[in-house]
């Protein structure tokens, strides 16, 4: 079983939808990063968090760390947010270990 | 105010020869890490150095790959004697403190024929 597991792994949206991107890991954290990959590959990071909710403009991310899931969504998405989302929990000690998920790759169409 | 600048883009290289990967951190950042992404995987850690010296490279294989941070320029990531299975995006990511959000680069992606 992986570490840690996204889903879907693919996902097409009309521009407009709210969109929501799970992650699920099994090991135990003190943060996880949210990630985007645009074509071209540079990554981006959108939010880093250990507990709760954060809110960056359209995006909002949310973790239970007792569940061991976290939540990525998009409102009223836009065809610019097209890329690769990756969550990345970061085991204890060091918060620079992060197990990087292989990613959700969303398309959104105008 | 410039982002983390990694160079070049793209490398190719035949194999055994040598590949150097430069990466210059956000100004202000003492801490820089290095990943590995194989194509169709996920990023995979490599080293932690904080200027001058390697805290972590458990993740780095034990032969042909060297890392330095050096007091003054930017921070190496050295393969020796490239293989084919070297071939893969190589991202640098910094930050000001160990806990704080990464900042990435751009990637350099090596080729190696």
């Known amino acids: 079983k992986n570490e840690v597991e996204q889903s879907p792994q693919n996902l097409t949206a009309q521009e407009g939808e709210f969109i929501t991107i799970n992650c699920s890991y099994s090991?135990?954290?003190?943060?996880l990063h949210w990630l985007q990959q645009h074509p071209g590959g540079g990554i981006v990071s959108l939010f880093m968090l250990s507990s709760g909710k954060k809110k960056h403009g359209r995006l909002i991310a949310t973790i239970n760390i007792q569940e061991k899931h976290s939540s990525l969504h998009i409102t009223a998405s836009h065809p610019r947010d097209s890329a690769v989302y990756i969550c990345?929990?970061?085991?204890?000690?060091?918060?620079?270990?992060?197990?990087f998920g292989t990613g959700t790759r969303l398309k959104v169409l105008a | 105010n410039a982002g983390v600048m990694q160079n070049p883009r793209h490398l190719v290289r035949r194999r055994g020869q040598e590949a150097r990967l430069r990466c210059s951190p956000v100004k202000g950042h003492s801490h820089v890490y290095w990943y590995r992404q194989l194509p169709e995987e996920g990023l995979k850690f490599m080293v932690y150095l904080q200027k001058e010296n390697i805290i972590d490279e458990s993740g780095m294989p034990k032969e042909r790959f060297s890392a330095e941070f050096p007091k003054e320029g930017p921070s190496i990531l050295r393969i020796q004697q490239v293989v084919r299975g070297d071939s893969a995006a190589y991202f640098c990511?910094?930050?000001?403190?160990?806990?704080?959000?990464?900042?990435f680069g751009n990637g350099t992606r090596l080729t190696v024929t």
């Open positions: 990511a910094s930050s000001p403190e160990q806990a704080s959000p990464l900042h």
């Open positions: 990345a929990p970061s085991e204890p000690p060091g918060t620079y270990k992060y197990i």
């Open positions: 090991v135990g954290i003190s943060a």
